[in-house]
């Protein structure tokens, strides 16, 4: 594990730990990871705090779409990342997609997460040409 990220058995920025300040879990703002609850918002609040994302393993998050639009360290811990299945004609009119990056996504990383859905395609990335 490297120095400053923690793993799922600490309680990320509400836990009161000396290394809680490096990160923050979906849980800090308010996410419950049954599976069924919607943990769009707290989600979408963890990635934009700036600092890594631990998620608890064994959870599910269950989001609607999610935009990266800056850099991101996601440690997954083995948690899933799930959204709900949508039809070929939703996907091809511009519907709910798991994750996007835009252009202003860079330095993106992405460790131990599983993402599920049934959807054709879970995670779409702006196009152009840049460095990775």
């Known amino acids: 594990m490297e120095q400053g990220i923690a793993d799922a058995n600490n309680s990320g920025s509400g836990g009161g730990t000396s290394v809680a300040v490096y ?6 703002y308010g996410a419950v990871g049954d599976g069924t609850t919607n943990d769009t918002n707290a989600m979408s609040q963890a990635f934009n705090s700036g600092k890594p994302v631990v998620l ?9 779409q999610l935009t990266v639009t800056h850099p991101l360290l996601l440690i997954g811990n083995n948690a899933t990342i799930a959204t709900r299945s949508i039809t070929v004609e939703e996907y091809n009119n511009g519907g709910q997609r798991m994750l996007i990056f835009d252009d202003s996504a860079t330095n993106v990383i992405i460790r131990d997460v599983n993402f599920y859905t ?13 460095d990775a």
């Open 23 to 28: 990160y923050v879990t979906p849980e800090d």
């Open 56 to 64: 608890t393993q064994g959870k599910t998050y269950f989001v609607q």
């Open 118 to 130: 049934t959807a054709d395609q879970t995670i779409y990335g702006a196009h152009g040409d840049r």
